[in-house]
């Protein structure tokens, strides 16, 4: 062979490997390019996506504490404790009351103001006396019919959240009862996240944020108090994390990822700013990687063509053990913020779980409500089974034991509810035989049928008349409204309960008494609202039995009697199994009388 063709073939070669070289860089270009558009497209919409999530959660857990601090105003406002100080100036209980309040709702702080708009009741005791004759939550709400919420400026920075609503005795108004909610505790809770929250008025003006000096500014004043990068400083910073992420908004000369919620209260937002921290060093590891494999072929390539060349061999290995080195550090990064990452979703769904735990409270007061009645039941049959034992007459005390057993599965499925709803989940609904659930209740209410003398008149279908729902719920309500007819029979001569089920459209269950009918009707469905005595009655009966039956899709109301007394009719909807039997009946009925 000629050294021409040597040459010519060595040439050959040598263009050979260099196209090799240039067509292994494009691909590189085009992969890392590649990648980086996929990966900063996917990985910035699951930082949304989070982002998203945590800002559904919060602005949640706001409303969830004024809405629960809402209702505290009216209650207070009808307590008869507080209205008689108020009319007899003796306000020396009136702070202890409200004390007792605040530990059960959690509100910050509550004042009972006079009508000159003096604090004669409080539960920081170094408020009395305090004067708020000026102030917005006390104008406004003697101004104003219903419950009044303001947000008044602290002089020490901040906001101040209220609650306020007059008191009224006979049409006068005695003074304003206030609630201070805080929600100075999310600010606080707010300040371990790495996110930057604010939550604006319906003018725009922020009145919660995690970074104090925003406080009263709009948004835009906000943001205008740091001055952003440079517009060079921004463009090498995108080149060195190999990202182009389009800014929402720059906070502190940084680009941020700009969410907004909106508050279902006043016209109330909620604004999230989000940096792309995350987002880079994610997509800048798996580019790395990639990199990483590019540079290893590249090396191999070269290894092999320069294997002669001991020198270049020993640096390329070099080169390669770096690499490996980096690659380690990066996947130990990688599984450190995914640890990070499982951890915070572990604390979301505890926080979660926390304000679902804190709702217990107000089901406290109906659990014991509905414990009463089972256990003074199940004191009358130990009464009655220990004389029937001393009678020698043990069967018939048997009998009395069975039915205390029944009771206690009464007991146990009330306290199953409230463990129930500790839990994560909720019991699904299932049909209920409304005839069964009747017999149940009035086996339940015989210990008080005997010490009476009461005529019981049932009507009931001889079709079964079901309904879906809870049946330990309905029997709850069914009791409640026998408990009331019986009480309300008390001061007749002849007392008599008339109980009729009837199917139709929905299934309804008719209580009439012949006693005094119903005073108020319009408070008779309110908490707290009671005709009985002291100590025979907290007024939760009617309230409790209202809110089961809306929460199964049904309507409980009341009205008098055509010849006296109260009419009870609980209406709930009927199984559409049963309907379907009852047509059935009805048009076998209609064709047998055709037939005829």
């Known amino acids: 062979m000629s050294g021409a063709s040597v040459f010519r073939k060595n040439n050959a070669i040598s263009w050979r490997v260099r196209l090799a070289l240039v067509a292994l860089f494009v691909l590189a270009v085009v992969t890392v390019s590649v990648t980086n558009r996929f990966l900063t497209d996917r990985f910035t919409e699951t930082t949304r996506n989070r982002a998203e999530l945590r800002l559904a959660l919060y602005s949640g857990n706001l409303l969830s504490e004024l809405r629960q601090n809402a209702i505290v105003p009216q209650l207070l406002a009808r307590d008869p404790t507080l209205i008689g100080a108020l009319n007899s100036t003796d306000y020396t209980q009136s702070t202890q009351r409200l004390i007792s309040f605040v530990e059960e709702i959690g509100a910050a702080s509550i004042l009972l103001l006079d009508r000159d708009g003096r604090a004669v009741a409080a539960t920081e005791r170094n408020r009395l006396g305090s004067s708020h004759r000026n102030a917005p939550h006390f104008l406004e709400a003697l101004r104003g019919q219903g419950t009044i919420f303001t947000a008044e400026p602290r002089e020490a920075g901040g906001f101040v959240f209220n609650y306020s609503r007059r008191v009224q005795s006979a049409g006068d108004t005695l003074g304003v009862i206030s609630v201070e909610v805080d929600l100075q505790k999310f600010e606080r809770a707010w300040a371990g996240i790495s996110d930057a929250l604010i939550v604006t008025d319906g003018t725009g003006a922020i009145i919660l944020a995690t970074e104090p000096r925003w406080r009263g500014r709009t948004e835009a004043e906000a943001l205008a108090e740091q001055t952003p990068q440079s517009a060079i400083q921004r463009a090498i910073q995108a080149t060195a994390d190999w990202t182009a992420l389009p800014p929402d908004a720059y906070l502190q000369g940084e680009a941020v990822m700009r969410l907004e919620s909106r508050v279902a209260f006043r016209g109330w937002r909620m604004i ?200 330990m719920r309905i029997e709850q309500v069914m009791v409640n409204l026998f408990r009331n007819a019986l009480d309300a029979t008390k001061s007749e001569r002849n007392p008599q309960v008339d109980i009729i089920l009837s199917a139709g459209e929905t299934a309804t269950l008719t209580v009439r008494d012949n006693g005094p009918g119903i005073e108020n009707k319009d408070a008779l469905f309110e908490p707290f609202y009671t005709t009985k005595q002291p100590g025979e009655g907290v007024g939760l009966g009617l309230a409790i039995s209202s809110g089961i039956v809306n929460e199964l899709g049904g309507r409980l109301t009341a009205r008098d009697g055509q010849t006296g007394g109260a009419v009870f009719e609980m209406s709930l909807p009927i199984l559409a199994s049963t309907a379907n039997k009852r047509d059935e009946t009805t048009e076998t009925t209609a064709s047998s009388q055709a037939a005829e």
């Open 272 to 471: 999230s700013f989000t940096t792309y921290a995350s987002v880079r060093e994610r997509v800048n590891g798996v580019l790395a990687l990639e990199i990483m494999g590019f540079a290893i072929l590249l090396a191999l390539t070269f290894y092999f063509l320069s294997r002669r060349t001991a020198g270049r061999m020993a640096f390329f290995m070099r080169e390669s053990a770096e690499l490996r080195q980096l690659n380690q550090r990066l996947q130990r990064e990688i599984a450190e913020r995914e640890r990070v990452q499982e951890t915070l979703a572990v604390a979301e769904q505890t926080l979660e779980q926390s304000s679902k735990l804190a709702a217990l409270g107000e089901m406290s007061a109906a659990v014991s409500h509905e414990l009463n009645q089972p256990l003074a039941a199940m004191k009358t049959y130990l009464a009655g089974a220990r004389l029937l034992l001393t009678r020698a007459r043990p069967d018939e005390a048997l009998s009395s034991f069975g039915r205390i057993d029944d009771l206690i599965e009464r007991m146990g499925a009330i306290t199953r509810q409230l463990k129930s709803y500790a839990r994560k989940g909720a019991e699904e609904l299932s049909p209920v035989n409304m005839g069964d659930a009747l017999a149940s209740s009035l086996s339940m209410m015989e210990p008080q049928l005997r010490q009476r003398q009461v005529q019981i008149t049932r009507i009931i279908p001889d079709d079964p008349v079901e309904v879906m729902g809870d049946r």
